[in-house]
């Protein structure tokens, strides 16, 4: 689709609401958990005014996504009941919404009930599924009658069972087979906006991790964004042997390589140190290479 003498490749765009969200330079997805046990403290806000001061820092900071989460799907994670999710989104979508009409609203849930109202009632852009349609049979057709964009993210289980003892043959070969297959039943229901999530820590050990993130720029196969949630997560303090609160560093190390590999959305609780790593990495791909 030519405009003014440019193309717009669709794989570097997304719609959102009748606006053109431009990946052609990666994006920063800010975290906004409102659930009482996310395996990050720093990051739980339930509060009134911890969501509006949390709403203001991720744009503030260079964020051009909100992604709101009610439910943990943290390892373990026992889920909450849908009326207690829709409560606590609606609540935090209101606030968001008041105070900045114009943000762009993820909203992290595998339930279609809760899919359709907050796009409806809430006018929330995207839905961030961490399932692939596998945990609510309605979810996937939910999101094509919403004609908003989707986010397929690769899960081996549940949340609640997840990392116990995760395996595959070939981790590559399996995930991209799987996003393969989902992204066909996807086009048959005429959802169009999707981005790809490996699914970082969502049934993968230590070592599927790191061959996911080397081997990330292979999903660029598949056409679609990539988004990658690292931060501060388990593969990041598990071998620094350090907590969470300690994994800034290391989260900006693996987001950086994860740039260099294809990433076009960070999905992080540090916007400011996202924001920087890709500025920098921008200003290192534009430099020529000499032979």
Not at 6 to 33: A, E
Not at 68 to 85: F, H, K, N, V
């Amino acid at each position: 689709m030519e405009q003014q003498g440019s193309i717009i490749h669709p794989h570097r765009t997304i719609c959102t609401r009748g606006r053109v969200l431009d990946l052609s330079k990666p994006l920063v997805m800010g975290v906004l958990n409102i659930t009482s046990d996310s395996f990050y403290s720093g990051s739980r806000y339930r509060w009134g005014y911890q969501i509006s001061r949390r709403a203001d820092q991720i744009l503030s900071e260079g964020g051009q996504i909100i992604d709101i989460g009610a439910c943990s799907t943290r390892p373990g994670a026992t889920p909450i009941d849908e009326q207690l999710e829709l409560r606590r989104l609606a609540k935090a979508v209101s606030i968001v919404r008041r105070r900045h009409p114009d943000a762009i609203i993820s909203v992290d849930t595998y339930r279609a009930s809760v899919a359709r109202a907050m796009v409806n009632d809430y006018g929330v852009d995207i839905i961030n599924d961490i399932s692939a349609g596998s945990m609510d049979p309605d979810l996937l057709t939910t999101v094509a009658s919403l004609r908003v964009p989707y986010v397929l993210m690769h899960m081996q289980g549940t949340p609640a069972n997840m990392q116990q003892h995760p395996t595959y043959g070939n981790v590559m070969e399996e995930l991209m087979l799987h996003l393969s297959q989902k992204l066909e039943q996807l086009k048959a229901l005429d959802i169009n906006d999707i981005i790809i999530d490996p699914g970082f820590g969502f049934g993968k050990s230590l070592e599927h991790n790191y061959t996911i993130l080397k081997n990330l720029s292979t999903f660029r196969l598949l056409d679609r964004p990539i988004l990658v949630g690292l931060s501060r997560k388990s593969m990041i303090y598990n071998p620094l042997r350090i907590a969470p609160r300690g994994a800034l560093n290391g989260t900006t190390v693996l987001n950086t390589v994860a740039l260099q590999n294809g990433a076009s959305i960070l999905r992080v609780h540090d916007v400011r140190a996202a924001v920087e790593a890709i500025a920098l990495t921008q200003v290192l791909q534009a430099q020529p290479e000499f032979q």
